[in-house]
């Protein structure tokens, strides 16, 4: 479950380029910085707030992309392109899919770090 | 002896892009400083200066698109290459990166090869040109740098109300039979940097350098307020510092020199002239002519500074004078008012 969350090959590759030890590191970072990106995600939406919508998704997609987390990455991107902050129930689901598919990438980081 | 590294700075919203983007770079072997957002960096810019901008789009507060047209404003940050790296969406985005300056553009996540590669270039691209504006700098005064940097180069003169000063070493041909070549090199470049210090002093820019010779433009390519009494000041201050250095001179028994000053005041045209190759910033015009024969007339009339009535005219009536009556140069129809200004 946890392998397909995470491209191995773009994950070793920032391992290689960057050392693990750093990766330990970015990954913290990630963790930490990633709830106030959905934080964002949610002020932005009640506030109807494209821009700052489009920025915390932009920001989570091109963390996603970091790790290789590229389901992550697919579906923050859609909200990126959305163009408006609408609190309609299909962007709703997206959202709480997306905070699903976070929680997924997070575990198979913690994963790949311990093992 | 290894050079120094080269500093960049760094500027991303998001603090994993910015971690990784410093780690990239360190172990590229240069230096990293970092900024969260547009407005930390140009304010960055005011304080220190950097080697290459990194920079991220989507930012709040100061976004990438607003840092590139602050920059673009800026002319001491011209020479600083810009690398947008980001994974904004849409062709048109990169597009205006480009339109606004940005040297170059490299997608997120970045690619370690492709940005040494990048980097690389860059900043070569960039040593190239400071070292070439040295190198201009040396030929020509940072005015006129300035100038071609903001207008371009471009082969064609303007209409400018301008002072020219002409100064000569009088009897120099003498000093020089008297001495060694190696000791006249010496004197002339002693005598170049105090002049050079007196005229820069005064907005002054050096044209010509022939001999012993010196033709000097005030009021262009950079306006000034008064030109003629800014060539009227720094006449008296080049006087003062031969006068100076003459005493020194003399305490080592070594050749005094004499200066010849004439400036002239009117409209004359200045600008590039020369090939696309070689050319040189100079202005011409009757005022020129006059400017010479005036510093010419300075040895039969005895007196170390002669100027025309329209420099005197401009300067006023707290510059001591004395008239000289009209003159009849070759070259120049119709006799000439000269004044002769008085040493303080």
Known sequence: ?115 | MAEPKARLLIVDDNRVNRLLLSRSVELLGYEAAVAENGRAAMEMLGKGSYDLMLLDIEMPVMDGFEVLEAISRAPSLQDMPVIVTSSVEGVENVVRCIDLGAEDYLPKPVNPVLLRARLNSSLEKKRLRDEQKTMLRRFATSEVVQDMQESGFKLGGRRVHASILFCDIRGFTTISEQQSPEDTIELLNIYYTLMFEAIDQHGGIVTLMIGDGLMVLFGAPQPLDNPAASAVAAAQDMQAIITQFNLEQNAFQKPELRLGIGIATGEVVAGFAGTQQRATYTCIGDKVNLASRLEGHTKKASQPILVDAATRAAVGDNLSCKPLGDVKFDGISGPVAVFAVMQE
């Not at chain 1, 309609?88 to 976070?102: C, I, K, M, R, S």
């Open chain 1, 1 to 115: 479950m946890t392998d397909n969350a995470i491209n191995k090959a773009v994950y070793d590759e920032l391992k290689e380029a960057a050392g693990a030890e750093f990766v330990v590191e970015l990954v913290t970072a990630f963790l930490e910085e990633a709830p106030g990106m959905f934080e964002e995600i949610n002020t932005a939406l009640a506030a109807a707030d494209a821009d700052g919508f489009r920025r915390a998704a932009h920001s989570l997609k091109s963390n996603a992309q970091v790790f290789g987390a590229d389901a992550l990455a697919t579906q923050a991107r859609a909200l990126e392109l959305m163009e408006t902050a609408q609190t309609t129930p299909e962007v709703q689901g997206l959202v709480a899919q997306l905070e699903a598919e976070f929680k997924r990438t997070a575990d198979a980081l913690k994963g790949l770090q311990n093992g």
